[in-house]
């Protein structure tokens, strides 16, 4: 026995007789604890179009309707201060090129000067043995060596330090430049655009929206059913959903949600007993191929049933006789 989900206070009670015609008409004899409908709405992922950053947006080249491909422009913004601060810091970068350049050829200079001095304290070494120089020259040529030595340890750590803010400047540098990219806002898939939100010229803060996408390889129908009926369906359990603009063109689908718990139908759904208590929502969700090939037709908001099979998947989905002006039969 079927029960059946038609359209509420959004449908009138003439749509949903004939709606309900319309199945009676075409179900076969012996099928009705097969099939179960239930009346629901499509359901589109929505993508947020959003500025990470706060700006002047200086085109829009999309218009509502639009069908744009993954890493289409949505919208451009002004980048002219990150442009400069990007010529800032590569000039910084090559500042601490140079700097780093000039540290690594005076620590050559004081190696050499290192060397040399400690030639000349070793051979004051000598000369003392042979007492033909005094302590305090053997101490200057000591101090003498220590010095530059330490004039090497001191342009090392200048070559470090301008290593460091070379690598500082690197990192500038990439950030701005994924800043600027940022601000060059792109579709993250194929889809249509829904809203364009604002116009060129347009001030916005960070997180600003510019447009919704509608992702339409991505989209389902929700539906409400009882206890006894979604206590039998499985994620993955096959589906079939028909709307109200193409009644001839049932849509394969697959229940791809059962809510763990039930909860109050909800106004706008309606049941054989008027309402049952509590139900469970369910999700009918078209394969990728199915929905995007069916685009033009599958719009949010548009009503239709959704219809789930309760038995044994051997069953195969009734078919429609041509006497029901609904040609063809449920794709298996």
Known sequence: MYRSFAMGSLVSALTISAAWGTWTAFKPTGAADDVIKANGRIEVARIEIASKFPGRVLDVPVQEGDMVKAGDVIAKMDTSDLEA?????????QRAVQAMARAQGETQVHRIQASVAQMEFSNAMD????VLV??????????????EQTGVNIATAAVGEASAARDEADAGIKRLKIAIADHTLRAPVAGRIEYRV????????????????????????????PTKVAGQLRVGDEARIVLDAAPQMPLPAKVSFVAAEA????????????????????????????????AGLLKAGLTGNGFVRVRSPENSWPQQPSSSGLPGSFPN
């Open 85 to 93: 601060q990007l010529v800032g810091v590569q000039a910084m970068r």
């Open 263 to 294: 909860q109050f139908t909800p106004k706008h759904v309606e049941t054989p007993s008027e309402r049952e208590k509590l139900t469970y929502r369910v999700k009918l969700s078209l394969a990728e191929d199915v929905a995007v090939a069916n």
């Open 134 to 147: 005094s302590d305090s020259e053997v101490k200057r040529r000591q101090a003498q060596r220590d010095g």
């Open 198 to 225: 604002v116009e060129p010229s347009s001030v916005i803060p960070a997180g600003g929206r510019v447009a919704t996408l509608l992702d339409t390889a991505h989209v389902h129908m929700t539906i409400f059913l």
């Open 127 to 130: 000369l003392r043995k042979q």
